[in-house]
């Protein structure tokens, strides 16, 4: 949440509903000491991460409709200017000169029209056409299906309180490039995963390349630890346990 960008009678709203609360769940770190910052009492704070459904985000081997040599970049999030999917395609241009077996994905999930108009015409401007594929928005049980068809998973938005895509694509094991945000950090464990600066398309061309040249061999097991970290703090039925149990201590 920016806070700065709202005007001044949003950021009052906000900040007396934060003072007036009597609980408030936050879903990562950064936003519980933004939230404080702004005017929540600090005891009112309780940590409830996105839940994820793990009997549906997983690992899966899937039955390839592609050609044998592709490879994807899947990008899970909406077409829209805060996600950046313009520094993703910049950057998929210089990556698809140099592997023509590359195939970058979208999700037809769009926030912005004008904003797609101008991701299609540097589609057309970069000779992507070919190259960039638009997926249809689907339900859970197809949208895992999406992330296991992917080499890399890409996330790299200017803002965000904790991304839900991230952690599903965690869940699936798969390689991520994510920007460098706060939140990500608290997910951060060794090398599990490629960060860049926000806006950066130099950054984002070398972390999505080494993703790709990361060894499957080598990426296993750093791929079952981030599963683990979900199934730790962000698993559905647990966390809905935590939330009502939060609910129950205030009537």
């Known amino acids: 949440m920016n806070y700065d960008k709202f005007i001044k009678t949003e950021k009052y709203l906000i900040r007396k509903t934060l003072q007036k609360a009597d609980l408030v769940t936050v879903s990562s770190e950064a936003l519980q000491k933004q939230a ?23 690992k899966k081997l899937l039955k390839s409709t592609r050609q044998p040599m592709d490879k994807i970049i899947f990008c899970p999030r909406t077409i829209g200017p805060i996600y950046n999917i313009d520094i993703l395609i910049l950057a998929f241009a210089t990556i698809a000169e140099k592997d023509k077996n590359i195939r970058l994905a979208l999700l037809e999930n769009i ?27 689907v339900d859970n049980r197809r949208m895992v299906d999406y992330y296991n068809q992917a080499e890399v998973i890409v996330s790299i938005s200017s803002s ?7 952690l599903e694509a965690m869940a699936c094991e798969k390689k991520i490039v994510a920007t460098d945000l ?62 009502n149990k939060f609910y129950q201590s205030l009537i």
């Not at 004008?114 to 970069?126: G, M, Q, S, V």
């Not at 965000?160 to 991230?166: L, P, R, Y």
């Open 182 to 243: 706060p939140y990500i950090q608290e997910w951060k464990n060794g090398k599990n995963l490629w960060q860049v600066p926000v806006r950066n398309v130099e950054a984002t061309i070398i972390a999505i390349s080494g993703a790709l040249r990361y060894p499957l061999s080598k990426w296993q097991k750093l791929g079952e630890a981030n599963r683990r970290m979900v199934a730790e703090k962000a698993e559905i039925n647990n966390n809905f346990e935590k939330l």
């Open 111 to 137: 926030a912005d029209e004008n904003y797609l108009l101008e991701i299609e015409k540097l589609i057309i401007k970069y000779n992507l056409v070919d190259k960039v594929i638009f997926w249809t928005k």
């Open 36 to 58: 404080e910052k702004i005017g929540l009492i600090k005891n009112k704070a309780r940590m409830i991460h996105f839940g994820i459904d793990l009997d549906i985000f997983r």
């Open 160 to 166: 965000d309180g904790c991304s839900v895509s991230f």
